[in-house]
């Protein structure tokens, strides 16, 4: 079987090449990728050249290509290493941290049973997850009221997961107009226009004097100051969103010191990596979660994939999401190929 593979090789070039196959080792499993799904924000970034930004290093790096992405998708396991004993040839998973790519290998770590859940579905497991620990962090209660800051994959997940959760009523809040249809599709019991006059009252008004939860997933300093400004009194606000630039600044006396807001980091890798406590999950232990909300019905991420493709039109999928600010959600169908 000849594996492929998206590869961005250059600044806004993503082609559709041959890939390397080696035999697996003792701890991983081969997976054949039935679905992946275009996580839009990272995905941009890398493909644009963006420097490699992390809070764990003072300065960005520079960009080096050729880069892999795709963290989210779904298959089959073909074969598993001496080591793995509780996945088996077969098994129809998820996969964490994985890339677009039709064949891999991958620790058996990151790898997540489905059942019989649908590879729609589960491709966007991962990506779903990212929302999940934001709303944990922010000890959402019955009953609270939320706010969800910017329409992306996350912002949507988000709206889905807080219903599910208990939440109302939620506000999703996003400039454009298609996507704020969509975010009452998709769990908002109200969309706004941050541009809008009087945004911050009116989210005001529909929680009752301000939204007791935040998820910040524009990943811009505007979009933090904007949900601060909806914020009840002792509100709790999510950063979900990557905000590398610096750039900007905040009225932290009278939006976050006065009102009693905590601000929490809600980055995917800020967990855990071993054992789950109260508001503070593995990611492992919420892939789980995610598929027990599968199974029960009581949610469906499918339904926000707005487009299949191929990934034979990889490159030109990518020319879009490169000069579309409405990229749609999309995931890249690999069933097909031989």
Known sequence: MNNKRIVFTSVGRAEFLDAPLREVAVDEVQVQIYFSTIS?????????GSKTVSWRTPEAKEAVFPRHAGYSSAGVVLKVGENVKDITVGDRVALRWSTHTHIQNINQSLVTKIGDIDFRDAAL??????????????????????????????????????????????????????????????????????????????????????????????????????????????????????????????????????????????????RPQLESYEGWWTQADDMEAVKKLHEMGRIKLSNLVDETQSPENATEIYNRLCTDKTFPIVQFDWSALK
Do not use: Q
């Open 125 to 270: 497991f991962h990506i779903s997850i990212f929302p999940l620990a934001a709303i944990r962090k922010c000890h959402l209660e019955i009953g609270e009221s939320a706010i969800v800051m910017g329409m992306g994959v996350l912002g949507l997940c988000a709206l889905g997961l807080l219903k599910a959760a208990g939440a109302a009523p939620i506000i999703a809040v996003e400039p454009d107009p298609i996507k704020r249809e969509k975010a009452l599709k998709s769990g908002a019991d109200f969309a706004l226009d941050p541009f809008a006059d009087n945004f911050a009252e009116t989210a005001k008004a529909l929680t009752s004097g301000g939204a007791n939860v935040g998820i910040e997933v524009t990943g811009i300093g505007a979009g933090l100051n904007g949900i601060l400004d909806c914020m009840a009194r002792f509100g709790r606000v999510a950063l979900l969103g990557c905000t590398r630039s610096s750039d900007f600044s905040i009225d932290y006396y009278r939006k976050v010191h006065g009102p009693g807001i905590t601000l929490v980091g809600a980055h995917t890798d800020a």
């Open 40 to 48: 839009s924000g990272t995905e941009r970034a890398n493909l644009m």
